[in-house]
């Protein structure tokens, strides 16, 4: 989760929302690293979680990442956790609950749902005050 | 529709599952068109609406797709639909049901979620046999 939470304050300093991801594999290993890049890249799809997904699956030379964890520093939304789902993602860790946009543990709670294809284990509430206070510290500067 | 029927029977014959999608302006020219890639792309997030999205967005240089409509073969997954949301996209249209994978009509209905932020205009049924037909094709044939 350090290594997230680094990529989240990375965001923040470039202006982008504070949301960092890593993936590693069953050995620990970080394979991929991002965080979010909606308005630099001009991408609505560029949270931490997709990036990361995408750069591990790169890296890996697959589509399915079995085996492998993503740390994220916010409760992922619906897009990243139907990725988490394609992607075939062993384990989920979460840090901050986001009850505005967040997927797992509200809204539509993705992997609760009986069409879903795939459920990784989740681990939640990892590092939650750290997290929750960038994206506060970030929100309250731009306000 | 024809042209992201048209990507989804390119995306079959190089092997992937057959949806395209189209994304047009508000005069209706088409500025993005794609087909899944999860294989050849090693990407499990590289489905037709995601990409056609990303490029769409890339060409107009911005992260939001206000007054543009995405024509897609199939009904999107939760993922797609998330997508679609961050995206703003004014319009959905799209041909085939999907009972199993679908985020629309079925599973987590993404856009009758409380907390969704973003709810386009959704049109269903257009070429909805012919884009059943390209996927059933598909399949019988690699079973």
């Known amino acids: 989760m350090a290594a997230a ?19 590693t594999d069953s050995a620990g290993t970080i394979i991929a690293t991002a965080h979010n890049r909606t308005r630099v890249d001009h991408d609505p799809t560029a949270h931490a979680e997709i990036l990361a997904i ?3 699956a790169k890296a ?20 990243c956790a139907g990725a988490i789902a394609h992607a075939r993602l062993t384990r989920l860790t979460y840090a901050a609950p986001d009850p505005k946009g967040g997927a797992i543990e509200h809204g ?14 989740i681990i939640t509430g990892v590092a939650e005050a750290e997290a929750a206070q960038l994206l506060r510290t970030f929100f309250t500067e731009r306000r």
């Open 5 to 23: 939470l680094a990529a989240a304050r990375a965001a923040a300093a470039m202006g982008e929302v504070p949301v960092g991801a890593v993936i």
């Open 54 to 56: 995408r750069a591990a």
């Open 60 to 79: 890996l030379g697959t589509d399915r990442l079995t085996g492998c964890t993503l740390t994220v520093t916010l409760e992922p939304c619906a897009m």
């Open 108 to 121: 539509p709670r993705i992997f609760t749902q009986p069409t879903v294809h795939h459920r990784p284990e």
